[in-house]
């Protein structure tokens, strides 16, 4: 019988595409998500039945017990960018991680691969990268030989970050950011899965690998980057922190007042804390290169999936090209 994997947070992001790459493989695939209902799609990563959604609830133990039963390897993608109602970073992002390798290592699983983040520290000002770096004390203390990947900002079809500016530029002249002078080094989703797969498949030793692609761009070059596949001129507009700070206060006293109709998923704090502290990959770690795997630029994938942003969308090559017949 083939090997049974389950990726809590499978029909995430990043999950997704483990699952598709695991199912290429062979194994059969456990998709554990807090909304199975809505994450058929993943079905269709395999033949029948090799790819199961199934529901999991991270903050449980029984929850976490009934998708890890069975399994040889598995995988934690669950994370929060945003508290909302009892999903807390603590709860989630170190508790979380924690319980799913405390309950590996009872079952006897094989292997655990985490997903972190770069910037995963202690004795960050962030409680998110605090979290972070607590959760992966807590799946070392109990699974020691496991894989942690940290990756600095995530680019895929289905990001929250190229995508959520790109449709920002619909709104207005002006595009308003935090942290414009920040670094990233932003990896593409697919290698990051590529880096996953090797940890499931054992392939690659454990331990904490840190994941950026071949470029460091500061915030406001990605930006320029991002306008100029969409093709549209806009305003770069850094906000100075305290002004963020402000913006940030505003959007939790509508969420408060809203009695959570609201959800600020726009600005926080926490997120500001985040935006001051360089996101790249640092000079000693092991990354990308020592997996085997070749980065992929944003400049390759970039405008395969925001060309639906250009004025003309699907069109603009088109209408250039017949604009250069007619000159």
């Known amino acids: 019988m083939s090997k049974l994997v389950t990726i809590i947070g499978g029909s995430g992001f990043l999950g997704r595409y483990i699952a598709r790459r695991m199912a290429m493989h062979g194994w059969r695939v456990r998709v554990a998500t807090r909304r199975p209902n809505d994450s058929m799609f993943v079905r269709t990563y395999g033949v029948v039945g090799q790819v199961e959604p199934v529901f999991c609830n991270i903050r449980d133990d029984d929850s976490v017990r009934d998708v890890l039963r069975g399994a040889d390897v598995v995988v934690n993608c669950a994370g929060i960018l945003t508290e909302s109602g009892k999903n807390k970073f603590d709860a989630v992002i170190s508790d979380g991680a924690g319980r799913v390798a405390r309950i590996a290592a009872e079952l006897g699983l094989e292997q655990m691969v985490q997903i972190s983040a770069i910037g995963a520290d202690a004795e960050a000002e962030s409680e998110y990268a605090r979290c972070k770096a607590e959760g992966e004390a807590l799946v070392l203390e109990h699974m020691p030989g496991a894989m942690i990947l940290r990756p600095s900002i995530m680019f895929?079809?289905?990001?929250?970050?190229?995508?959520?500016?790109?449709?920002?530029?619909?709104?207005?002249?002006?595009?308003?950011?935090?942290?414009?002078?920040?670094?990233?080094?932003?990896?593409?989703?697919?290698?990051?899965?590529?880096?996953?797969?090797?940890?499931?498949?054992?392939?690659?030793?454990?331990?904490?690998?840190?994941?950026?692609?071949?470029?460091?761009?500061?915030?406001?070059?990605?930006?320029?980057?991002?306008?100029?596949?969409?093709?549209?001129?806009?305003?770069?507009?850094?906000?100075?922190?305290?002004?963020?700070?402000?913006?940030?206060?505003?959007?939790?006293?509508?969420?408060?007042?809203?009695?959570?109709?609201?959800?600020n998923g726009v600005l926080t704090h926490d997120q500001i804390a985040n935006l001051k502290v360089d996101n790249v990959v640092a000079d000693d770690a092991k990354g990308l290169s020592d997996l085997g795997i070749t980065p992929t630029a944003t400049e390759a994938v970039l405008p395969d999936y925001l060309w639906r942003f250009r004025p003309s969308g699907q069109y603009a090559a088109i209408k250039d090209s017949a604009r250069n017949l007619r000159t």
Not at 189 to 208: F, I, M, R
Not at 240 to 248: D, E, K, N, T, V
């Open 156 to 263: 895929g079809p289905e990001d929250e970050f190229f995508n959520r500016f790109a449709n920002m530029t619909k709104f207005g002249p002006v595009l308003p950011m935090v942290g414009g002078s920040t670094r990233f080094q932003p990896v593409y989703v697919d290698d990051v899965a590529a880096a996953a797969e090797k940890g499931v498949l054992g392939t690659a030793p454990g331990g904490v690998y840190e994941l950026g692609g071949p470029d460091v761009a500061t915030f406001r070059e990605l930006m320029q980057e991002m306008l100029g596949v969409i093709q549209r001129r806009r305003l770069l507009i850094n906000m100075p922190y305290w002004a963020a700070g402000l913006m940030a206060s505003g959007l939790n006293v509508a969420q408060f007042l809203s009695l959570g109709l609201f959800h």
